[in-house]
């Protein structure tokens, strides 16, 4: 029996399932460019919840990671109907200021890439939305994946 092989680019990313909908296609009959962009922060806020850091969370330690720039790359086209795994890790996080977040949308049933970025975000006061120092439990949970 040979091993599964792990199609991500790092051990132990995390993953969910979309279909793609009616909703989310555009008038070239497919997923439009900002559905992934809401893919992208939907599975990054339900990662950031296992890893015990919600919107809650945010308001009770007065500090937040913002986004400061997004790079993505649309590599295939998704169409009505496609299942995809949206998957996501840290891969950097400097446990000060910075931390990035690495995306890869795969379809489901080929294992071929359509979409894959990155996303650096700085974490801030919530009261005055300037830059704060990342508190503990920000560089508990936000830790690079290995191989990130």
């Not at 200021?97 to 080929?110: D, F, Q």
């Amino acid at each position: 029996m040979s091993a599964v092989r792990n199609p991500w680019p790092v051990a132990a990313p995390f993953v969910q399932r979309r279909v793609a909908g009616a909703a989310d296609i555009d008038g070239f009959n497919h997923v439009n460019n900002a559905r992934y962009i809401d893919w992208a922060n939907e599975i990054a806020w339900a990662h950031s919840g296992v890893l015990g850091l919600s919107m809650e969370d945010y308001r009770r330690l007065g500090v937040g990671c913002v986004v400061w720039r997004h790079e993505f790359d649309y590599v295939a086209p998704v169409v009505l109907g496609d299942e995809i795994d949206v998957a996501t890790w840290i891969a950097e996080n400097d446990n000060r200021l910075r931390l990035t977040r690495a995306y890869e949308m795969r379809n489901a049933a080929t294992g071929r890439i359509v979409f894959r970025g990155r996303t650096a975000f700085v974490s801030i006061d919530m009261r005055t939305g300037k830059p704060a120092r990342m508190p503990p439990e920000f560089i508990a949970a936000y830790k690079p994946v290995e191989g990130a």
